[in-house]
């Protein structure tokens, strides 16, 4: 049990330096999309992705740290 928990942990901190490095290239990139030939439902759909980025990697750590205790 105790293994388990010391990867997890390792795991989370791994995937955290990966999402602080990773993140904020990613986001500046979908931000500067040019959307000016889109519809507004489609741009309000685009403006929620980076949102949406750091909820999956919310969930994805609830996940694992669930799975392990």
Do not use: R
């Not at 949406?52 to 750590?61: P, T």
Request: charged content about 10%; cysteine-free.
């Amino acid at each position: 049990m105790v293994k388990k928990g010391v990867g997890v942990i390792i795991g989370l901190l791994v995937a955290g330096v990966l999402a602080a490095n990773l993140l904020p290239t990613a986001i500046n990139q979908i931000v500067s999309v040019d959307t000016s030939s889109w519809d507004s439902g489609t741009i309000a759909m685009w403006e929620l992705l980076p949102l949406l980025f750091v909820l999956v990697i919310l969930l994805v750590a609830i996940g694992w740290a669930l799975d392990v205790f």
